[in-house]
C-alpha cells in the first residue's frame, strides 16, 4: 500500500516561479527521500533527509521534514522548463522492514517557458 | 559511478508467451535489488524484494509463480512475467540497493502483452 501521499497530484507553473510539492506519511521513518522522474524514463535520486534532519538543500531545492506532522516539502526555486517531470517521495520505514522503499503517489509538475 | 541497467528498454509479446527482464549494477555491486511496477501516470509499486543467492520476498498480492524473479550475482537480477496477459502490460523498473539506503533505479522496461 501506499505509505506517501502526495499533493498537489499536478502543478503548472511558469518558468521561474518557484515550485512546491508536499508529502505526507503515516508510520515512523528512518529517512525520507525525493526523486523525479521524467515521462517513461527511470528515477533520479534528488535528495535524502534524515528523520533528525529538518531541512536541507541541493542546489536550488529546498527539502523540510516536520517528523511530528509526518510530512515533508520540496521546493523548487527559479524553476526551469528541464524542471518538468514527476516528482516522488519515498519513506525508508525500518531495517526490518528490509529498507524498502514506499513511495507516493507522485506530483507531476509542468514548467511553461 | 552507480548506474543501473536494464534490458529490453521495451518488449511487445504476445498473450501466453513469458518475457524476461535483466536489470544489472554495471559499476558496483548490489546485495539486494527492488523490482517496481507502474502504471501510467501512477506511483512506484514494490511487486518484489530479491537478494543474492536467496529466494525473492514478494509483496502482498504479487504471484510469485506469475513473477519470477533470480537474482543470479551481486550484479544481475532478471524478473520473468510468466504466461502474460494483457493486464500484464506496465512499466517495471529495477533498483539496485548500494548501502542501508542508498538506492539507484534503472531506466525502466515498458511491456506491452498483445
Known amino acids: 500500500s501506499q505509505q506517501g501521499e502526495e499533493d498537489p497530484q499536478a502543478l503548472s507553473i511558469q518558468e521561474g516561479e518557484n515550485a512546491t510539492m508536499n508529502c505526507s506519511y503515516k508510520t515512523s521513518i528512518n529517512n525520507l527521500q525525493w526523486y523525479r522522474q521524467n515521462s517513461g524514463r527511470g528515477l533520479v535520486h534528488l535528495i535524502l533527509?534524515?528523520?533528525?534532519?529538518r531541512e536541507k538543500h541541493s542546489g536550488r531545492l529546498r527539502v523540510t521534514l516536520d517528523t511530528s506532522k509526518k510530512s515533508s516539502s520540496l521546493l523548487i526555486t527559479a524553476s526551469r522548463a528541464a524542471d518538468t517531470a514527476s516528482y516522488f517521495c519515498?519513506?525508508?520505514?525500518?531495517?526490518?522492514?528490509?529498507?524498502?522503499?514506499?513511495f507516493g503517489g507522485g506530483t507531476r509538475v509542468l514548467v511553461k517557458p | 559511478g552507480a548506474v543501473v541497467s536494464q534490458h529490453p528498454s521495451r518488449v511487445i509479446c504476445k498473450s501466453g508467451t513469458s518475457v524476461k527482464i535483466e536489470c544489472r549494477s554495471l559499476?558496483?555491486?548490489?546485495?539486494?535489488m527492488f523490482w517496481y511496477r507502474q502504471f501510467p501516470k501512477k506511483s512506484l509499486m514494490l511487486m518484489a524484494t530479491?537478494?543474492?543467492?536467496?529466494?525473492?520476498?514478494?509483496e502482498q498480492g504479487v504471484e510469485k509463480d506469475k513473477f519470477l524473479i533470480n537474482h543470479a550475482s551481486l550484479t544481475l537480477s532478471t524478473l520473468t512475467v510468466t504466461s502474460a496477459h494483457p493486464e500484464d502490460s506496465s512499466f517495471y523498473i529495477c533498483?539496485?540497493?548500494?548501502?542501508?539506503?542508498?538506492?539507484?533505479f534503472g531506466p525502466g522496461t515498458r511491456l506491452t502483452v498483445t
Open positions: 519515498a519513506t525508508d520505514e525500518n531495517k526490518a522492514a528490509g529498507n524498502k522503499l514506499t
Open positions: 533527509i534524515r528523520s533528525n534532519e
Open positions: 559499476d558496483f555491486q548490489a546485495t539486494t
Open positions: 530479491s537478494n543474492e543467492g536467496s529466494k525473492a520476498t514478494y
Open positions: 533498483s539496485a540497493q548500494v548501502r542501508d539506503y542508498e538506492q539507484y
